[in-house]
Every structure is written in structure tokens, then in C-alpha cells.
């Protein structure tokens, strides 16, 4: 059962759950992701990372700040170890980040955050990019 490939359907299922509004069952297929992720792939890898952040989203869904805080840094320190820190992907991490810290009402860290993730973008982008 420690196979990528369960571990990719296990991360659709947490999609799909997360989309029908069940955090719980979202977190649970994460969560074995993660698992398996971690026994394959090691604890630098992007598809971990991937998993980090989606269980941070499902954590922010439900209003666990913190936790969520936590997995997106743990996201982050991922992408910046195996990415660099001028990664679209690092942008996007950055925003992720910024986006908890405003629903937690940390509006000037977030807004630096946003910061960080929009020069990233702009650099590896260009001005004229539509994301």
C-alpha cells in the first residue's frame, strides 16, 4: 500500500472531500497521503510539501489558524530547500501564509507576506502575467 500512486488517490479523495465541505474526511485522506509520502519520497520532496499545504487549507476551512499556520511553514520550508526561494510555487506558499495570518487579523504580517509572494511573482513572471 505505500505506493505514490495511492498516495496521489489519496490526496484526490481529500480534494473531493474538502470540496464537499467534509474537513474531517479531507484531514483523514491527507493525512494518509502524507503518510505514505513521507515512507516513499522522503521529507524534502514537493508532493510532500503539496500535502502540507493542502491539509493547511482544510485547517484554515475550519478556523484552526494555528495548525494551519504550522503546516504552510512546513510547506514552505520544503519548497525553499528543494525550489529556491524564487519559485512561483514559494509565491504561492507565501500567499497561503498571508492569507491565514489576515483571517487571524495579523494584517501587517500578512500584507508583507503578500509582498514577498508578489515581487517573487513579478520576477520569475513579468508584469504582464495574468495570475
Not at 505505500?2 to 474537513?23: E, F, S
Amino acid at each position: 500500500h505505500d505506493h505514490v500512486d495511492v498516495a496521489a488517490t489519496y490526496n484526490n479523495m481529500g480534494i473531493v472531500h474538502k470540496a464537499l465541505g467534509d474537513y474531517i474526511k479531507a484531514l483523514e485522506c491527507y493525512q494518509k497521503s502524507l503518510e505514505i509520502k513521507l515512507k516513499v519520497l522522503g521529507h524534502d520532496h514537493v508532493d510532500v510539501a503539496k500535502t502540507y499545504n493542502n491539509m493547511g487549507n482544510v485547517l484554515q476551512k475550519q478556523g484552526d489558524y494555528k495548525k494551519a499556520l504550522e503546516y504552510h511553514q512546513k510547506d514552505l520550508g520544503i519548497k525553499l530547500k528543494v525550489l529556491g526561494h524564487d519559485h512561483v510555487d514559494v509565491a504561492t506558499t507565501l500567499m497561503n501564509i498571508a492569507n491565514v495570518l489576515q483571517a487571524q487579523g495579523k494584517f501587517a504580517e500578512a500584507l508583507a507576506k503578500h509582498q514577498e509572494s508578489l515581487e517573487i511573482k513579478l520576477k520569475a513572471l513579468g508584469h504582464d502575467h495574468v495570475d
